[in-house]
């Protein structure tokens, strides 16, 4: 296909810009974020150059999994306000001329939601068949198991809990506490579609990030996942439980309501590393999802039986730039659409994790990033934070007891229990992989004023004479240097790189947002170059990107070699350290694009 034949749309060139509720802004200190603290920075995120924010889970839960347990749909968790906060929220945005994403968490609910405290309540309940209970196996020795050998997502344990009062299990792929809705009752489906989407749709939100989209349809057989890790019963059964029979034909169920209201979609798509799989999703034909994130480049480096059983920067630059090539392939030749992201709520810093986190290197780093992520094709993440370089909390400044999330702290324990609360060892070696991978280091709260206490999380209260609580999570140790207020008025900041990048991507975005990616180097294990191919014959650009700490230089390909035989200049049109450096040459983690025409 050639690229004029790929369908232009808003949402395909739009930068979307994530926020994390309880991190993001406190307005009344509190020492929560909330949501008119999210409204007063609506300016702010506008001066990016976003087009639309996404809201993580905002609704009312008992913060199990912050937020991502939800026990009213149609009711806001109060200390990030009211649902007429949400309804300001809503309007400021559009005012703004930007549209607005909510989290559709519909795979699980809180295990405090009414309709599992009535399925749960008794076998007769009405919504017994709303939720997936199942009786136990016995042992040849009598012992009582659990259905099958699933793992859940968080720690060690089972995906099935127990329940004493009437003696079967349930299952939760996640926490213990959010309980797995039964997809195949249309009651159910019924009642999740009007609460969860419907009651949201109606206050004009503008589409949805669907979480964990692909893990509704479970085979109905349930079979046990293949053991790879003897250590323990529980194994990791993402590639049974995703992607099941019915996704399909749910989506196709759910379209009718999104169409209905011209909503936008982007559905997370874990364990589905098969590019035909991933097209099924978002070939426009299917009208399924507008468009999905992959994994691929978010896992690199990743343990292979648990996230967390790594080492950091456990990868090479190919394995990272192969992961790239996999998410820009899919829209090559095909009808289907793709995300470009480097960070979110689930995921380290990306210059700790891609880059270099030291103080020498870390502005180049996040340069370097942004150049790279404005390059590709695909609609735009960004992620709170991400656009001023933050980078991971520190080993030495920020302990091991100040990571809050259930996924590194059931990590953490996990390790304790199974060699032991005084094995030194092991137990660095854990807290090196969680300081490197944590979920934590995305949701420490954001330092909008290193001048100011907290990192200025909570500066309007505390300029209105409030007495100001600390934050949630203990704050950034590094909130003094890495800051917005410092970087508003930096020509050299990295904040003022972004905007420039999000700008020269719109200015390019036939080739930048909707060009065919051509990686040049796969091999190379310190750069990274690649081109955009152009419409017909028109111009295309080569981006040259050095991933290391050392002065490089690279062979200018011929416009032949590009794939180009008719250009014949190559202007250098953007560059992250101010073009000082002539053709074949980079600085460290440096990155220049060119114009081929
Ligand atoms: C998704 C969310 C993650 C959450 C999980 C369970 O992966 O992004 O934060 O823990 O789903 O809802
Ligand atoms: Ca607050």
């Known amino acids: 296909m050639t690229v004029t034949a790929r369908d232009k749309q808003w949402w395909k060139q739009a930068v979307v810009y994530q926020i994390y509720p309880a991190s993001f802004c406190d307005s009344n200190g509190d020492g929560i974020g909330d949501l008119p603290g999210i409204t007063s920075k609506l300016d702010y995120i506008a001066s990016l150059g976003v087009d639309v924010i996404w809201i993580c889970p905002m609704y009312d839960s008992p913060q199990v999994d912050m937020g991502y347990d939800i026990s009213n749909y149609e009711d806001i968790y109060r200390p990030y306000g009211t649902v007429q906060d949400m309804e300001t929220l809503i309007k400021e945005t559009h005012a703004r001329g930007m549209r607005i994403m909510l989290d559709l968490v519909i795979n699980h609910t809180s295990d405090q939601h009414a309709w599992f405290k009535e399925s749960r309540a008794s076998k007769d309940s009405p919504k017994r068949d709303w939720y997936v209970w199942r009786p136990a196996k016995y042992s040849p020795t009598g012992e009582r198991l659990p259905p099958n050998n699933w793992r859940c997502n968080f720690g060690g344990g089972s995906a099935w809990e127990w329940e004493e009062e009437t003696q079967e299990y349930y299952l939760h792929l996640f926490a213990t506490e959010q309980p797995d809705l039964n997809w195949e009752n249309a009651e159910t489906r019924k009642a999740i579609y009007a609460s969860a989407m419907e009651f949201w749709l109606d206050r004009d939100v503008d589409g949805f990030r669907v979480d964990t989209v692909n893990m509704y349809s479970k085979p109905p ?103 790239i090539d996999l998410t820009q392939a899919l829209i090559r030749g095909t009808d289907g659409w793709s995300t470009v992201f480097l ?11 891609f880059t270099d986190d030291r103080p020498e290197y870390r502005v180049r780093g996040a340069k370097l990033l942004a150049l ?28 091991v007891e100040n990571y809050l999330d259930i996924d590194s702290s059931l990590f953490y324990n996990m390790v304790k229990e199974r060699y032991g609360a005084d094995n030194k060892v092991e137990l660095d070696k854990a807290f090196a992989a969680v300081q490197y991978l944590a979920r934590d280091h995305a949701r420490v709260p954001i ?59 719109r200015d390019h975005a036939d080739l930048l947002v909707y ?28 981006v040259v990107l050095n991933f290391t700490t050392e002065e490089q230089t690279w062979a200018v390909p011929s416009f032949a070699e590009l794939g180009m035989p008719h250009a014949r200049e190559l202007v250098p049109i953007m560059t992250t350290h101010g073009g000082k450096s002539p053709v074949g040459q980079l600085a460290a983690f440096e990155g220049q694009v060119y114009l081929l025409k």
């Open 221 to 323: 057989t349930l079979p046990d996942a293949p053991i790879v890790d003897p250590e323990t019963p529980y194994q990791p059964a993402g590639l049974i439980y995703c992607n099941g029979p019915r996704m399909h034909e749910f989506l196709t169920e759910m379209n009718v309501i999104l169409e209905k209201y011209g909503a936008i979609t982007v559905g997370e798509l874990p364990c589905t590393p098969d590019t035909q799989r991933v097209l099924k999703y978002v070939s426009a034909k299917a009208k399924q999802l507008n468009m999905v994130f992959q994994f691929d480049v978010v896992d690199v480096g990743m343990g292979k039986t648990h996230k967390f059983e790594t080492t950091p920067r456990n990868f090479t630059l190919p394995d990272f730039k192969a992961a």
């Open 343 to 353: 960070e979110n709520h689930d995921q380290a810093r990306s210059v700790s994790r």
């Open 372 to 399: 790279m992520e404005a390059c590709l094709s695909g609609t735009q993440y960004v992620y709170q934070g991400q656009e001023i370089g933050l980078v991971n909390v520190p080993k030495d400044s920020y302990p």
């Open 447 to 505: 330092p909008w004023n290193g001048k100011a206490k907290y990192g200025g999380f909570s500066e309007a209260a505390e300029k209105a004479g409030k007495e100001v609580a600390q934050p949630w999570m203990k704050p950034h140790p590094l909130a003094g240097e890495i800051n917005v207020a410092s970087q508003l008025d930096d020509p050299d900041s990295v904040l003022a790189f972004w905007r420039k990048m999000l700008r020269f991507r």
């Open 515 to 542: 060009g065919d990616f051509k990686d040049l180097c796969p091999q190379d294990k310190d750069l990274f170059m690649f081109v955009k191919e152009p419409e017909h014959s028109g111009e295309g650009v080569l």
